[in-house]
């Protein structure tokens, strides 16, 4: 499956964006989707992932409460709703496809990243 990350850009502290995530190529339905991230000179993290039926979600914790995120199967894309953004959450965003979980080695498809930054 190929998958297009889009959506990121420039935020004030406080702020909110909306990451998009395109797949194409395989069934999108039959995989759970997931978000990471990788600030500057830090290890990709996990941010948050998202069941292939939409019917459950997990998020790291520093993300919980203000980061959403759904998907449309009719649509095949999944969303990263980002809210009260703080400076730290600026980092290249990825999304993946695979077999679930909250590390990356479950997702054998990647997208190719979008740049969130916060400014204080």
């Known amino acids: 499956v190929q998958l297009q990350a889009y959506g990121g850009g420039l935020v004030q502290a406080g702020g909110s964006l909306k990451l998009s995530c395109a797949a194409s190529?395989?069934?999108?339905?039959?995989?759970?989707m997931a978000w990471f991230r990788q600030a500057p000179g830090k290890e990709r993290e996990f941010v948050a992932t998202?069941?292939?039926?939409?019917?459950?979600?997990y998020y790291t914790d520093s993300v919980e409460g203000r980061f959403t995120t759904s998907r449309d199967n009719v649509k095949n894309t999944v969303y990263l709703q980002m809210n009260s953004l703080k400076p730290e959450d600026t980092a290249v965003y990825y999304c993946?496809?695979?077999?679930?979980?909250?590390?990356?080695?479950?997702?054998?498809?990647w997208g190719q990243g979008t740049q969130v930054t916060v400014s204080s």
């Open positions: 993946a496809a695979g077999s679930g979980g909250k590390r990356s080695r479950g997702y054998p498809y």
């Open positions: 190529g395989r069934t999108f339905s039959n995989y759970d």
């Open positions: 998202i069941s292939w039926s939409g019917g459950s979600a």
